[in-house]
């Protein structure tokens, strides 16, 4: 049994006639009715009884027009989703977020305005740490990530910058420094340093000795953070100080507070990660909405303490 089988059958019972269903679906009478008899041999029976101008459906015959029906509808509606899925208007993208990425205003409504542009791809979120999401994409557990750069980029990973992030202060209120409205790096070299192992965000820790080492100083390494998030409350409690993205800011905890540097700020580029051969029309559409303006765009404002 084949559709055009299918095609035939419904179009006679609709037409009750051989001759205008076989104009309707475009073939000659004779080829028409062939097809018909090859069907009810598979079937087992009949599906018309031919009059002498027109056709009735048989019992199997009006039983069987139903599930006709719904078998071409399904064929129809799995071959629409296809031409979606295959033009990226539908499927899904699982996407990570490391180091608070999600936090970078413009990450979310770039989010927004793809979902409300592509209602029919489902995202997939997941949190977790740089390290941790280039290896879910070589293993293909996830499609795409947001990450920190500079990171050591994997075989077969390709990335696009999305926005270049400065970083602020994050110091315990009572510090010295809390009375200024800027602070220089300088200034904090005799404070512990709050920072995130290097094996799980090697960006951010880097970034952040090399900016102490500019102002004239080493860093003294203090407690680690498990992660971005946790720093904030890390600092309020006195473990020491840190210095973070500025969309970190948003995190507000009492007997902490966040400062911009005074001086040559650091930057905490991110950027999308993918699979060059990924093969998914939809996150080919998801990258091409990247905004025009966002590699070097300079990233969130740093907060006023």
């Known amino acids: 049994m084949e559709l055009r089988h299918l095609q035939y059958f419904i179009a006679v019972a609709e037409e009750r006639h051989f001759t205008r269903a076989a104009a309707r679906v475009g073939i ?10 090859q069907l009810e041999a598979e079937l087992g029976g009949p599906l018309f009884v031919r009059l002498p101008r027109d056709v009735v459906l048989t019992e199997l015959g009006e039983a069987f027009l139903p599930e006709a029906r719904q078998i071409l509808a399904r064929v129809e509606r799995v071959k629409r989703r296809m031409e979606q899925i295959s033009r990226g208007e539908a499927g899904q993208i699982r996407i990570g977020f490391a180091g608070a990425t999600y936090f970078e205003p413009r990450i979310p409504a770039w989010i927004r305005d793809f979902r409300a542009q ?13 390290a941790s999401l280039l290896t879910a994409l070589v293993n293909e557990a996830i499609d795409a990530a947001f990450v920190r750069t500079p990171f050591e980029v994997p075989p077969g990973i390709a990335s696009v910058p ?8 994050v110091l315990p209120l009572g510090h010295a420094m809390c009375a200024r409205e800027r602070v220089p790096l300088a200034a904090l070299s005799q404070d512990e340093f709050i920072l995130l192992p290097r094996e799980i965000s090697p960006a951010l820790y880097d970034r952040t000795i090399a900016a102490c080492e500019a102002a004239g100083f080493r860093p003294k390494l203090g407690q680690e953070a498990p992660q971005i998030t946790s720093i904030v409350p890390m600092v309020a409690a006195g473990f020491g100080v840190s210095m973070v993205p500025a969309s970190v800011s948003q995190i ?25 051969d ?12 990247l905004p025009a303006d966002s590699p070097g765009s300079g990233g969130s404002e740093a907060p006023d303490a």
């Open 118 to 130: 592509y209602p029919d791809v489902q995202l997939h979120p997941q949190q977790s740490n740089t």
């Open 162 to 169: 999305v926005v270049d992030e400065p970083m602020v202060l």
């Open 278 to 289: 990924h093969g998914s029309a939809a996150l080919d559409r998801f990258i091409a909405m």
């Open 28 to 37: 000659q009478q004779p080829p028409l009715s062939l097809q018909i008899r």
């Open 252 to 276: 507000r905890t009492p007997g902490m507070g966040f400062w911009p540097i005074d001086g040559e700020v650091p930057y905490a580029p991110i950027s999308l990660a993918y699979r060059a």
